[in-house]
């Protein structure tokens, strides 16, 4: 194939380059265009015609075909646009930003609407804190909760059911955040960027990724989260780049709202403390001390209420920390670590977040060079360019909070949300610059990819992503309502307890709970076992857990993925 593009012998170098280039150009066209298509299938619901029912990523196929592709136009510049092309861009350009970001966000929540119906009854991680708001609200047990967790969530939800008591207002809660948290994207990408319409890019990229959009929908802690570490970012940036403005004095009460929001954000916390030592260097920040100072201190006044809490429930002040970390569902030591290596780039921001993140991980590796360059290569150091500091700063966060992580406690995709935000606006601002004169053309044809990617990949969570948790609670939910509480203390055994606890009213425990608790007397005990069930007993130790107490069974069909439930009651 090499020979045939090259010509035949005596064939100028030039005209070799030409042909080499025009075949890479061919193939990257028509990979691109059957990634188009592979979209357009799903939307269409053909989505089972692609190997895995998902589109697959094509683009970062086509995306090898640049470094030829550089080459070719190193020297004479890109082609001229067509006309017609031309006037599409300045139409494009004519809309004002702040036009192209409501759709954004109005495409979001779309989106969100849709998955509603796709996803309609809540799951484990949403029925926990979902319990433990209905709690506070009209003192129904709260199922599935332990000390461990953090309070903001609940806090929210709490807030919303007396706007209306039922799943659909918690789902607003996750609307609200996720929309609170796009805005924050395209803030801190268009300060960053220097490019409020690149910004809007980024939004659509990051909202294009099936780590993100699967948990749109959900009434979970990870996206509001991720909004306020980027502002801790962007304060921390500001700090640095400002010297004289007050930026510091913000971040310890943006600190307290993540970590009251999610106690798992300290790994976080740590990784962006190292990165900003590494790349910014210890004195550079004690030029701030008096400020640090101040912003310790209200940190700390801040987390006694935890630091308390935590003392008087497990003894030691970050014992609810730790507790939190053994929850991790893990083989080893770092298997989440190897676990986000093994997802990156496609699983954790799909086909074209793929390619932007690759693209940002090359451009913080350009800025961290750099910087060793000019602080090891040089005597005295040289300057550095604040962008370049700025852009190692992030790459460096970006590589650090998933080693944190991954070391700490297990790999999810919701759990590196900021790593990919990171690499997505480092990687706007990449393809950008390589772009050079076509960088309108770039920008408006990775807009439009990832709205079709957004579209396409929202198909594909309902029909893929949520079918597996919807078979299962085609099994829990009919059982939960069936055992409904009738208006006295009820406690369900079960390994499903908080769905069960939230859909019945009653509380709910593992049987490994059960095992070392009494209940209150007068409460009405069952054990609900599903045909393939998890974290139940066998028959021997499910009779001696029984014992004497065999009020009756029986049998509630279901048509989920867990089979028929057993429902045995017991006697006080």
């Known amino acids: 194939m090499e020979n045939e593009a090259a010509g035949p012998p005596g064939t100028p170098p030039g005209r070799r380059l030409i042909s080499r280039s025009r075949l890479a150009l061919c193939a990257a066209l028509a990979l691109c265009a059957l990634a188009v ?20 990523p094509l683009l970062l196929g086509a995306a090898l075909a640049w470094p030829v592709l550089r080459r070719r136009f190193s020297g004479n510049g890109p082609p001229p646009l067509p006309g017609p092309v031309r006037r599409v861009l300045r139409a494009v350009r004519r809309v004002p930003v702040a036009l ?43 199922a599935g909760w332990g000390p461990y967790r953090p309070l903001g969530l609940p806090a929210l939800g709490r807030i919303a059911l007396e706007i209306h008591p039922g799943v659909g207002a918690l789902r607003a809660v996750a609307l609200v955040l996720t929309l609170g948290a796009l805005l924050t994207v395209h803030l801190v990408a268009a300060r960053w960027l220097a490019s409020p319409r690149r910004a809007v890019v980024v939004v659509l ?19 509001g989260v991720t909004a306020l570490l980027l502002w801790l970012l962007l304060l921390l940036v500001r700090a640095q780049e ?46 701030h001390s008096r400020r640090l100072a101040r912003a310790g201190a209200v940190l700390l006044v801040g987390l006694l209420p935890h630091l308390v809490h935590a003392t008087v429930v497990t003894g030691s002040p970050v014992g609810l920390l730790t507790w939190a970390t053994h929850q991790a569902e893990r083989g080893f030591v770092g298997d989440g670590f190897l676990y986000y290596l093994a997802i990156f780039p496609y ?30 290569g040089a005597a005295p150091p040289v300057p550095v360019a604040a962008e370049d500091r700025r852009t190692a700063f992030l790459g460096c966060c970006a590589l650090l909070i998933p080693l944190v992580l991954g070391v700490a406690t297990d790999g999810e995709p919701r759990f590196v949300y900021v790593p990919v ?31 079709l990617t957004v579209l396409g990949t929202a198909r594909v969570i309902a029909d ?25 203390p009820c406690l369900l055994v079960t390994g499903y307890e908080p769905d069960l606890g939230w859909y019945s009213g009653c509380d709910a425990v593992t049987y490994g709970q059960f095992r070392r608790m009494s209940p209150p007397p007068g409460t009405l005990v069952r054990l609900v076992l599903f045909e393939k069930g998890r974290d139940q007993p066998g028959a ?33």
């Open 540 to 572: 021997a130790a499910l009779e001696r857990l029984i014992g004497d107490r065999h009020g009756g069974s029986r049998t509630v069909p279901t048509e989920g993925s867990l089979g028929d439930a057993t429902v045995i009651t017991l006697t006080p």
């Open 205 to 223: 990229v990051l909202l294009s990724g099936v780590g993100f959009l699967r948990r749109v929908p959900e009434f979970l802690t990870d996206i």
């Open 37 to 56: 298509l592979q979209h357009l299938l799903v939307l269409a619901g053909f989505g089972d015609l692609l190997p895995g029912g998902q589109p697959w």
């Open 464 to 488: 893929v992503a949520m079918a597996a948790p919807n078979a299962q609670r085609k099994s829990t939910v009919p059982v939960a309502l069936e055992l409904r509480n009738d208006g006295r």
């Open 100 to 142: 192209w970001l409501l759709g954004a966000l109005a495409l979001a929540a779309g989106v969100w609407a849709w998955l509603q119906d796709k996803e309609p009854w809540i799951g484990h991680e949403e029925a926990v804190y979902a319990n433990k708001a209905r709690s506070w609200y009209d003192g129904t047990p709260d």
């Open 347 to 376: 699983r954790l921001a799909g086909d074209l977040g793929a390619i932007v993140m690759a693209a940002g991980a090359v451009a913080a590796f350009r800025a961290a060079r750099r910087l060793w360059r000019a602080h090891r």
């Open 421 to 451: 935000v990171l690499l997505t606006i480092l990687g706007v601002g990449r393809l950008a610059d390589l772009a050079g004169s076509l960088v309108p053309a770039l920008l408006a044809a990775v807009a439009a990819m990832a709205v």
């Open 242 to 287: 400002n010297p004289a403005g007050r930026a510091l004095d913000a971040v310890p009460l943006v600190t307290l709202a993540a970590f009251y929001l999610r106690y798992g954000v300290v790994g976080n916390l740590l990784a962006i403390t190292v990165a900003a030592l590494l790349c910014y260097g210890p004195r550079s920040w004690l030029r």
